[in-house]
Structure formats: structure tokens, C-alpha cells
């Protein structure tokens, strides 16, 4: 018999709460926001602001002052929405480790999720090491079943871990390799009503999470074989420094014209940019190059990211 291991969410819930405590308690003291503008920028009812602004107060959140912490990443995340006309960013502590530092990315973007779920919503995936676990998280939270549909090709990386035994999802995914073997099977596969149907899907999502890799030798294109470390040095040459779906960006947020793009099933960065709601979720400094440039590609309406992250990008922007 499979041993279950429980995923302990407590402590995500508790710390999202926090956040989402803060957030409020900034909006409706700092920036006089009413409680009706709080709801609509947070996702959340009305009568949960309330409640929110009523803990911050009892919980000493709120003492003529918002708790140092708290308003540091609040001002780092409203600098980053105007710096790049984003409509939020969610940013929290600096992991210990970097296992510590992936889980807390993870947690917080699937708490994030969670929040902005409507019944029946169905959200676009991407392909990469960080939306894994982030997928892998949220469909261990949600009492639903989670309708997520692919991005792009790569089918194996879209389903669970061995220990996701309670794994509440629905996979919508394209029956295909993330590189095929050469440009007309690419074409001849695209053309494929199963295929179809998932491009159909695509528009229709209430929301898109997407991975930012970066250039290093460890990243997860390379790992899984996809990419050789020679790949990435001619790469390298050609000014990219990371990927959005395994299209590769110059700083500028420009894409680079590669082999591998004429074989790539992957989601196109012009179709990217015209979805709603697309959320980035990338943290550490070897992604601070990476995170700039999907962000000056106006590839994402949403950041979460960790705040010694934000400060980077904040001070190399």
C-alpha cells in the first residue's frame, strides 16, 4: 500500500492571511483606499476586508504604523506595479535555503491561486520545474476538482509527484513532445483536433501561471534534455538571458530566433501577451535577468516572487 504523505497547508494558510492582512490594512490606511476598491484589487468580498481590517487591528498589525516588515514588501510590490504597469505582485520572505526558498515560492503562489479561484475556472499551465510544484500544491488545497490546461507540449512535466496521492485536477493537455523532431511535424501535429481543442481552451482560461527560467546549467530545460549546455552557450552569444514557455528572451525582452523555436509546441509570446491575468511566479538571483525581461516584454500582468528578488529587480531596472 502507497504511503500518503499530508501536505501541511497550515502554515501557507496562515502566512497568505498575514499577507493579505497587511495588503489591506496598507490600502485602507496608507493609500485611503475605500473597502469596496480594497475587494475588487485583492480578489476578496467586501465583508472580508472588514473582517481583515478588524484582525489587523486586534492583532496589532495596525498601531498608527504598519509592522516594518510588512510595509517594506508592501512598497517594494506597489514600486514594481507602477515601475511595470502591472495589476499586483505578491512578495514574501527569503527562504533559508534554496529547497526552503522553492517551497515558500511554490506555497505562495498556490495560496495566491486559491484566493482568485471562481468555481468552475479553468487555468492555463506552463511548462517548467516551478509550475510543477506550484500545480502539484493547489491541487492538494482546493476542495474542487482543478481544471488546468496546458500551455505547452511536454505532457509528462503536467502530471503529479508519486507522493501527490490526493491530487484534485483535471489535466487538459496537448498529446505532444515540447521539441518535436522538425518543423513539419510540428505543423502536421497543430493541426490535430485534439490539438485544436486545447488552442481553443487557451482564450478561455480566467487565468495563466507561467515559470521564468533562467540561463544556468541547471535549469530545468537542460535537466530534462530538452536544451544541451551547448545550446544554451550559442544561446548565451545571442544575448538571451532566460525563457517565458521555452521562448528565449534577449534583456529587452525580445525574443531570439533559435532552431528550436520552428519545433517548439509551445503557447506563441504574442498569444501570451493578449491573455488575462497571466501570473509569473520566479524567484532567486540567478532569475533577477530573466524576471526583467518578461517584465519589459509585457508578458505578465501579475509577479510573485520573494523580496530580496523584487529589490533586485527594483535596482537593476
Known amino acids: 500500500m502507497q504511503r500518503v504523505i499530508p501536505l501541511?497547508?497550515?502554515s501557507a494558510k496562515q502566512n497568505y492571511e498575514e499577507m493579505?492582512?497587511?495588503?489591506?490594512?496598507?490600502?485602507?490606511?496608507m493609500e485611503n483606499y475605500t473597502q469596496q476598491t480594497i475587494s475588487d484589487l485583492l480578489g476578496i468580498s467586501r465583508t472580508?476586508?472588514?473582517?481583515?481590517?478588524?484582525?489587523?487591528?486586534?492583532?496589532?498589525?495596525?498601531?498608527?504604523?504598519?509592522?516594518?516588515?510588512?510595509c517594506r514588501r508592501i512598497k517594494l510590490e506597489q514600486e514594481l506595479i507602477t515601475r511595470f504597469g502591472l495589476s499586483d505582485v505578491l512578495t514574501f520572505p527569503v527562504g533559508r535555503t534554496p529547497a526552503e526558498a522553492d517551497d515558500s515560492l511554490a506555497q505562495a503562489a498556490a495560496m495566491y491561486i486559491l484566493h482568485h479561484?471562481?468555481?468552475?475556472?479553468?487555468?492555463?499551465?506552463?511548462?517548467?520545474?516551478?509550475?510543477?510544484?506550484?500545480?502539484?500544491?493547489?491541487?492538494?488545497?482546493?476542495?474542487k476538482p482543478l481544471n488546468v490546461v496546458s500551455l505547452t507540449g511536454?505532457?509528462?512535466?503536467?502530471?503529479?509527484?508519486?507522493?501527490?496521492?490526493v491530487f484534485n485536477?483535471?489535466?487538459?493537455?496537448?498529446?505532444?513532445?515540447?521539441?518535436?523532431?522538425?518543423?513539419?511535424?510540428?505543423?502536421?501535429?497543430?493541426?490535430?483536433?485534439?490539438?485544436?481543442?486545447?488552442?481553443?481552451?487557451?482564450?478561455?482560461?480566467?487565468?495563466s501561471v507561467v515559470g521564468i527560467g533562467?540561463?544556468?546549467?541547471?535549469?530545468?530545460?537542460?535537466?530534462?534534455?530538452?536544451?544541451?549546455?551547448?545550446?544554451?552557450?550559442?544561446?548565451?552569444?545571442?544575448?538571451?538571458?532566460?525563457?517565458?514557455l521555452s521562448h528565449f528572451l534577449d534583456k529587452d525582452g525580445n525574443l531570439i530566433s533559435v532552431s528550436q523555436e520552428q519545433r517548439l509546441m509551445s503557447t506563441p509570446l504574442?498569444?501570451?501577451?493578449?491573455?488575462?491575468?497571466?501570473?509569473?511566479?520566479?524567484?532567486?538571483?540567478?532569475?533577477?535577468?530573466?524576471?526583467?525581461?518578461?517584465?519589459?516584454?509585457?508578458?505578465l500582468d501579475v509577479l510573485i516572487t520573494d523580496e530580496d528578488t523584487a529589490q533586485a529587480l527594483l535596482e537593476r531596472s
Open 8 to 10: 501541511d497547508t497550515s
Open 20 to 29: 493579505l492582512t497587511v495588503k489591506a490594512a496598507w490600502y485602507y490606511y
Open 48 to 70: 472580508k476586508v472588514v473582517n481583515l481590517l478588524e484582525k489587523a487591528r486586534q492583532s496589532g498589525v495596525v498601531q498608527f504604523s504598519i509592522r516594518q516588515d510588512g
Open 117 to 143: 479561484l471562481k468555481d468552475e475556472t479553468f487555468i492555463n499551465m506552463g511548462y517548467g520545474g516551478t509550475t510543477r510544484r506550484v500545480l502539484n500544491r493547489l491541487a492538494m488545497m482546493v476542495e
Open 154 to 165: 511536454g505532457v509528462n512535466y503536467y502530471l503529479p509527484n508519486a507522493y501527490s496521492s
Open 169 to 207: 485536477a483535471k489535466l487538459w493537455l496537448i498529446p505532444s513532445p515540447l521539441v518535436l523532431s522538425s518543423r513539419e511535424t510540428l505543423q502536421s501535429l497543430q493541426q490535430e483536433p485534439s490539438v485544436q481543442e486545447i488552442y481553443r481552451m487557451i482564450p478561455l482560461s480566467s487565468m
Open 214 to 244: 533562467s540561463m544556468n546549467d541547471d535549469a530545468t530545460i537542460i535537466r530534462n534534455g530538452i536544451f544541451s549546455k551547448n545550446d544554451f552557450t550559442v544561446l548565451r552569444l545571442q544575448g538571451a538571458v532566460g525563457d517565458v
Open 270 to 299: 504574442k498569444e501570451l501577451q493578449k491573455l488575462e491575468n497571466v501570473i509569473g511566479v520566479a524567484g532567486g538571483p540567478m532569475k533577477v535577468d530573466a524576471i526583467l525581461a518578461a517584465l519589459r516584454g509585457k508578458y
